[in-house]
């Protein structure tokens, strides 16, 4: 079949160049080629077939020694990336057979060997394509699910803010908030993005941050009585900036932090206006989904349910071209994207 | 009897003089004379015999406009204050009578009317002062009680951090995640506060913030497996030296943020090391007592079985002069109290 490798094929990989100064650049990366792996006993190979370009990487390219890296950084040198979706093309593992396809840890390569440990099979179904493990139905999907669903908690008739509402998570986490009853506001950045978002995925009320400076001001016209569950994908200044329109009881999850990422800790924005957390009983935590991963498997029927009701809306954004991997990364931090970009090797 | 006010005595009370810049001075309050108030219907008149110093009145004598006030600022040359303990001296109320012993918000004034919507009937314990309703038995003691129990919800093996674990309330919040099978370690300012906590209260690790200008090095030393709850009294930069430190699933409370009432926004610290909340799944709350206002007896019935056994311990700095207050209020904030700072009006 197409997807057994030939064994004088290359496997191209991105490694780390050098680590990003600032925004990353494509050219922070460098491609390299090497024999394709082969699979030990109890292991199996894994042609990569989709790879998302996900911001959660950015932490790990810097090794900001003034501040505190809850990842350890990548090495200069080594493969860059996180999961993929891929096929197995050989096997040697009593559980993961050829053409079975996985999801797993297997960075920015054409193939990758993988002993099972924290790969997952794909249920595939019918009616969706296998890239939806990386998006929807992946980890950022799962993210938005568990985000609103487990660490918010949120409840009919919350004002519930989500930043970067147009983004792989901030848009699925919008309408789950939708589905249950919530009242949802939006940010994102660019007249042309917040229309698409509206359009799209159904949301009434986003502001566009680079058109209003004072997006604190803009948020408090637009909630009144203030707001129930802050979703963030910013970071400590959106959280910072959100605070004080926070109602009683109100739940403040942290899922991504993408201004902060590779920020040195000293020019870092801080989160100041603490004063609200006693006095309006507020609560802030941290979304680490892996934490939910016994309950994945609920989640992504129930998801797949709400897809193909036509509950639930997500975007990919596919290109073709492993080579694109940089680029396509790098113009994720200047905001140019719809939807879950993801690249198809080819 | 001695309580009942002469017609012709003047009630002696301390407004506002102007507004604290940085750490509040005595000079910042005025003594004012006025005439006794009269109880109206369904009012009564209290005497007030014990008024704390304490730290979380200072957020409302500054009216900085560049940051976020919780709470409204105290008007120039309105009666400053906050809770007092008191005994009824004239009574046009139906439940509140003549010698009854009173908690309410009758700020630093001889004399106070209430209408009673505020106010708690202290339950007088034949071998406890009533200066405990304003100390142990308490906003403090509360605070550290829910806190403890209900917002970090401390389990026995928990390493529990308490800042200002010598004050009013970290000595109690420290006692009862002792009593509850926790390892407590606590910060406190200067060699004497230190030795002096352990001995009252029977600390085993307190490390003194003025000796140890590498704090984050020192908790590190003490808590080698990581911090489970950390409960603090501080503010915004012992939270953010605090976080690394803590462990999965940790647990922090915003309690009190002593270094940070009076500190305008833009020179005030702000937590950035947010990274820590997902990756190590942690929850940070905010502590509002009066949110559990309806479980106060219970939790007073507790305490006071604790020590009356022996197991609980507090200690009240009492000074007998109404016209003290200013100036125990400034020391508070040069740290030099050693136990809850009361004064008898005399």
Redesign the interface.
Known sequence: VSSTPSQSADNRRFVLAKRPDGLPQASDFRLETGPIPKPGRGQFLVRNVYIPVDPGMR?GLSDDTT?????APVPLGAVVGYLTVGQVVRSEHPVFAPGDWVTDHLLWQDYAVSDGTRARKIALHPNLSPSTACGVLGVPGLSAYFGTLAVAEVKPGDVVLVTSIAGAVGSIAGQIAALKGCRVVGTAGGAKKCAWAKERFGFADIVDYKARPDLAAALREICRDGIDVLFDNV??AM??LV??LMRRNGRIV??G?VA?YGIP?RD?????????????????????TP?FEDRYPTAIAEMTDWILDGKLTYVEDIETGFEKLPTAFASLFRGENLGRKLIKTG
Chains 1, 2 share one sequence.
């Open positions: 932490p501040g505190v890296q809850a990842f970071g400590n959280i910072d605070l004080p942290i899922c932090q902060d800790y870092m924005a801080g989160i100041r206006n603490t004063n609200r957390f006693a006095f309006q009983q507020l609560t802030l935590r941290g979304l680490f934490a």
